[in-house]
């Protein structure tokens, strides 16, 4: 059944967001030392059973980063783009690394979205430990690339049965002028949204 959320715990999850993207924006120029924008234009909390519908169906062919958090909360983390703006992303991040071998290429490749992905996931949940006042652990992230469905349908399944809410998050990526559209979503556990929101709207 559908939750109706306060706006102060709206409001408090809106300045966990935007506190986040600052960090994960320095974070990422540093990493590739290039001046990276990340912003949220869409933020939403939403039944985990709508996120398929809101991504833009199962067919839709998407890369996907998964990671755990543990520590004093549970949940999961997912980041993902459409493999065309995945592809792009990695153009523009490894633009000074010349294709020499197509197989290598492809394991550069894979490894830039997960670093990325690493740094963007840490920036979160290091934000989130910080307001919270808690200690959070990330796992190693698991890469995924198929259509969304073959990528969150399992996923969901084992989500549901712990979290009824997601933190939606419409991410886009600027780098060298180009905006790159993607989805950041967390997935935190009852228990844990509950906290969550609790300790954030205290701030």
Known sequence: MAKNFSETELDALKEFVNISTAHAATALS???DKTIQVQVPQMKLVPVTEIPKLLGGSSLQVVGLYFRISGNMSGSMLILFPKSTA???VELLLADIIEEDAMEFRGI???ALMEL??????SYLNALAEMLNIRLLLSVPHYGEDE??????MLLIEL???????LLM???ITLEGTDLAGHFIMFPDNQS???????IGMH
């Open 109 to 111: 490749e894979k490894s």
């Open 117 to 122: 992905g690493n740094v963007l996931t840490n």
């Open 87 to 89: 592809q792009k992303l």
């Open 170 to 172: 419409g991410t886009t």
């Open 30 to 32: 540093k990493m590739v």
């Open 193 to 199: 949204l509950d906290m969550m929101l609790s300790k």
């Open 148 to 153: 969304l469905g073959a990528v969150v349908d």
């Open 160 to 166: 549901a049965e712990a979290a009824d809410y997601a």
